[in-house]
Nanobody
Framework: QVQLVESGGGLVQAGGSLRLSCAASGRTFSNYAMGWFRQAPGKEREFVATIDRSGTVTYYADSVKGRFTISRDNAKNTVYLQMNSLKPEDTAVYYC????????????????WGQGTQVTVSS
């Protein structure tokens, strides 16, 4: 089992920045690719960004490309999501997730999920 705990969410004005963190415990963190997803009210949970086990390869949804950066620190068992130039449409609950079989953009590819952290961007 892998336990994931997100933090860093909050209320920010449009154009502002936030950095989300996701602390992992329970298994060897570097064995897992990590992803961030988000879910806005009334919408499906959608892919945001993913990073491979070593932190070398990253991939982003088009909606956040150039504004968000995913990174990880395997020594600290933590994955981050730096969010800049935030827009009201970025408002959602943000979830981190872990997968052991590779890395990808689909929800079903991920084995473990955190409880989520709320991000609200005001206009």
């Amino acid at each position: 089992q892998v336990q994931l705990v997100e933090s860093g969410g909050g209320l920010v004005q449009a154009g502002g920045s936030l950095r989300l963190s996701c602390a992992a415990s329970g298994r060897t963190f570097s064995n897992y690719a990590m992803g961030w997803f988000r879910q806005a009210p009334g919408k499906e949970r959608e892919f945001v960004a993913t990073i491979d086990r070593s932190g070398t390869v990253t991939y982003y949804a088009d909606s956040v490309k150039g504004r968000f950066t995913i990174s990880r620190d395997n020594a600290k068992n933590t994955v981050y999501l730096q969010m800049n130039s935030l827009k009201p449409e970025d408002t959602a609950v943000y979830y981190c997730a872990a997968q052991s079989t590779g890395w990808g953009t689909k929800r079903y590819e991920y084995d473990y999920w955190g409880q989520g952290t709320q991000v609200t961007v005001s206009s």
